[in-house]
Each structure stands twice: as structure tokens, then as C-alpha cells.
């Protein structure tokens, strides 16, 4: 387990890009845990990344999106996609038609963990059937689910999970909450981690809002065994970040994070923006959907190097993000440096 190397600092799955596998081994090989993000990715590619960090021989995990369900009304995603049409007209892009299923290639990925037998697998956006959870752990994985309260803690605990994610409404990217309508982003780390260990008898890692060494103490205090941090990694060297967002980050004119659905249909913290002040207030429910039709606007403002059409995923950790190497973001974290 990630305790019992005595690893306090999991540097969390950032699908999208960062979570590269250099930036895995290099938190392996500064003492902290690094998980691979295989949201958004095909199986191939996830296949390749996971070969190319178990060669290293040093510990690693692998995060997979569960499938979410086809929204029930696709009413407000018709409107939503005619409410971007300005952006495609800015950014002179199609929007593409509505894409309502998608599991994320779910069942190979699975596949590729069990065959590789990644030490340590986490789950977000809901809870894997118990065959699942079996499966991986005969064949050598820990097996981790991502919470955000302690109802989704006791509906994780039953499938037989090893330890459980204590997600914050403070984190950075994606919420894994399964109840996105009532998500307000307002939870801490400490009350999420302390509400989880009250409810079920599981290992807690605690994760938002993270980027200091005082931070990392706070979360063990409140009983977590380690703590789950990736904003404060988004500019390490290492990193897959993109550029814009790196000089977004940098610039000083990006100091607020709100939580949105406009980018994702899911909840997520990011930076606020042009993107955000404009659709957050209408954008509706429905991941992915709302992903995919709005990545071609998100793939041509980067292209441009334009921050105010993409998602500036960030905790509220963020002004703590610094230009550097992994190892020296680890020992800050953990009070060595």
C-alpha cells in the first residue's frame, strides 16, 4: 500500500496531458507516488505508458474514468451547442454533433491494468462492480475509488475496494462526484477526509487544495495516510502541461478558480476566464458529451495560444505552482526542502 512505503505525497492523475510518464518516474524516484491518467486516451496509447513506467521497476498507478450514462434529456445539450455557435464562429471551428455515449474504452483499459498488474489502480467518477475490484486485485493490484462524501465512501467500501480518494470541493480539474447537480465546490480536504474515515473503516488519502508542506500536515492530521496533490505539480518540468496554461499560470492575470460545467458538463475547478464568465451560468449536465462538443473550440483557442477559450484546469492551491523540477516540488511538499 502507498503507506507501507512510507510515501506520504500521491501526485495525482491529470488527464488532459500533464500526468506524462517522466512525470511519474520522477515523483517515484523522489519518494512520492505518481499515477499515470488514462481518461481521455486510447488503450493503446495507455498500453504504451504503463510499459514504459513498469520498465523503470518503480512504483506507479493508473487512474480510469468509469463510463458515465447517457443523459436522459438532451434538450439543454441541443441548446448548449447552439449557444456556442459565437465560439465556433471566433475560433472558426465545427461543432461537432452530439456525442451522448462514450466508456472511454473502460473494459481495455481494466484489461491493461490486470495484464500489467499495475501496483496501484484508482477509479473516478463512480464505483466499478466488485468483479471488477476482484479481478484487479488477483492479479497483484490495490485498488483505489475516488470519493467525494461519505454516502459515495460507503457505496465504494462495498465492492471491496483497498483504500479510498477523500476528493475536496477545493481540488483542481474534475470533481468525481456522482451527484454533479448538488456540487458547489465548497467542501475542504480535512472535513472530506475526516467524514470519510467516520463513515468507513478504509484507508483515506486525502486530496485538495494541496501545495504546501502545511497543507500535507493538515490532511495526515485529520487522519488521512497520504495526500493526493496535482495542481502544485502542473508546472513541473516533467509535466505534459501545455504551454498556454503554463503561461497562463504565470502571468499574474489568472487569480481566481471557480468550479464549472462549461467546459465538460461535469463539475470542475479551473481558472476563471472569458469561457467560464460566459457559459458557466447555462452550461448544462452531461459528461461527455459536453466535452467533446466543446474540444474543437478548446483544441483551436490553444492552437492560438488564447487561455480564454480552454479549460485552465486548478485547485485553489494554484498560486503555489511553481517552475521546477519534480524531486524539488515533492521535498517542498513534504518539508525537506
Known amino acids: 500500500m502507498v503507506w507501507e512505503f512510507g510515501r506520504p505525497v500521491v501526485v495525482a492523475p491529470m488527464a488532459g496531458g500533464p500526468s506524462t510518464p517522466g512525470l511519474v518516474t520522477a515523483a517515484a524516484a523522489a519518494g512520492a507516488l505518481g499515477f499515470l491518467a488514462a481518461g481521455y486516451k486510447s488503450a493503446d496509447l495507455v498500453a504504451r505508458e504503463v510499459a514504459e513506467v513498469r520498465a523503470s521497476r518503480l512504483p506507479y ?39 451522448l455515449a462514450d466508456d472511454d474504452g473502460f473494459a481495455a483499459k481494466v484489461r491493461i491494468a490486470v495484464g500489467a ?70 467542501s475542504t480536504a480535512p ?67 471557480v468550479v464549472t460545467r462549461a467546459f465538460t458538463g461535469q463539475p470542475a475547478r479551473a481558472l476563471r476566464n472569458r469561457f467560464t464568465d460566459t457559459y458557466s451560468s447555462t452550461a448544462p449536465l452531461g459528461y461527455p458529451a459536453v466535452h467533446h462538443l466543446t474540444a474543437p473550440v478548446r483544441a483551436a483557442a490553444a492552437r492560438r495560444e488564447d487561455p480564454e477559450a480552454i479549460n485552465l484546469w486548478a485547485g485553489t492551491a494554484h498560486a503555489e505552482a511553481r517552475p521546477g523540477p519534480t524531486a524539488g516540488i515533492v521535498r517542498r511538499l513534504t518539508g525537506a526542502g
Open 191 to 257: 472535513q472530506v477526509v475526516r467524514d470519510v474515515r467516520a463513515a468507513v473503516g478504509l484507508p483515506v488519502i486525502g486530496a485538495g487544495g494541496t501545495g504546501t508542506a502545511r497543507d500535507v500536515r493538515r490532511l495526515l492530521a485529520a487522519g488521512a495516510v497520504a495526500v493526493q496533490a496535482g495542481t502544485v505539480f502542473l508546472l513541473a518540468d516533467e509535466a505534459g502541461t501545455r504551454a498556454v496554461q503554463r503561461d497562463a499560470m504565470l502571468s499574474g492575470r489568472f487569480t481566481e478558480t
Open 117 to 186: 498488474a499495475v501496483p496501484w489502480v484508482s477509479f473516478t467518477f463512480g464505483v466499478p462492480e466488485a468483479s471488477v475490484v476482484t479481478e484487479l486485485r488477483r492479479a497483484g493490484c490495490t485498488v483505489l475509488v475516488t470519493v467525494t462524501d461519505a454516502e459515495e465512501a460507503r457505496r465504494a467500501a462495498a465492492v471491496g475496494p483497498d483504500a479510498l480518494i477523500a476528493q475536496a470541493g477545493s481540488a483542481g480539474g474534475h470533481s468525481a462526484t456522482t451527484s454533479p447537480a448538488d456540487h458547489d465546490g465548497s
Open 61 to 99: 498507478g493508473l487512474n480510469i474514468f468509469l463510463p458515465s450514462p447517457p443523459p436522459v434529456d438532451v434538450g439543454p445539450l441541443r441548446e448548449y451547442r447552439q449557444a456556442l455557435r459565437p465560439e465556433a464562429e471566433r475560433y472558426e471551428v465545427e461543432l461537432p454533433r452530439l456525442r
